[in-house]
């Protein structure tokens, strides 16, 4: 018994002393560049000036849409050439996700069109 509590008190105040170590430095770093992400934010705002629904739609929309098909792009070039290997064989269902042929996906898409 004491041995547990000395393991569990000695890794709990390791981890709070890590925790306010992690918290002291990221205050010092946000403090440092709170400025500059202030300044970057009011630089847009100025750019849009009275018209910040337009910037709400791109913000809401299209920034999203553009980080969703870069990742999806990069899976999607993987999925059709098997290449680089180093992603695909990390596949869950092995020998199922092959690539797919050219006239395989341009019947595919064909069909998703219908």
């Not at 630089?43 to 018209?51: M, Q, T």
């Not at 098909?69 to 020998?95: A, H």
Request: proline letters at 3%; charged letters at 15%.
């Amino acid at each position: 018994m004491r041995r547990t509590a000395f393991i569990l008190g000695s890794g709990l105040l390791l981890l709070v002393a890590f925790w306010n170590s992690v918290t002291w430095h990221l205050q010092r770093f946000w403090g440092a560049s709170g400025c500059f992400w202030q300044a970057q934010w009011e630089r847009l705002l100025s750019i849009f000036e009275e018209k910040e629904w337009i910037l709400f739609i791109l913000g809401t929309t299209q920034v999203p849409i553009f980080v969703f098909w870069s990742c999806s792009g990069l899976l999607l070039v993987v999925d059709t050439t098997g290449k680089p290997n180093f992603i695909s064989r990390y596949r869950i269902q092995v020998g199922k996700n092959n690539p797919a042929g050219q006239t395989q996906l341009h019947q595919e898409m064909e069909f998703s069109r219908e």
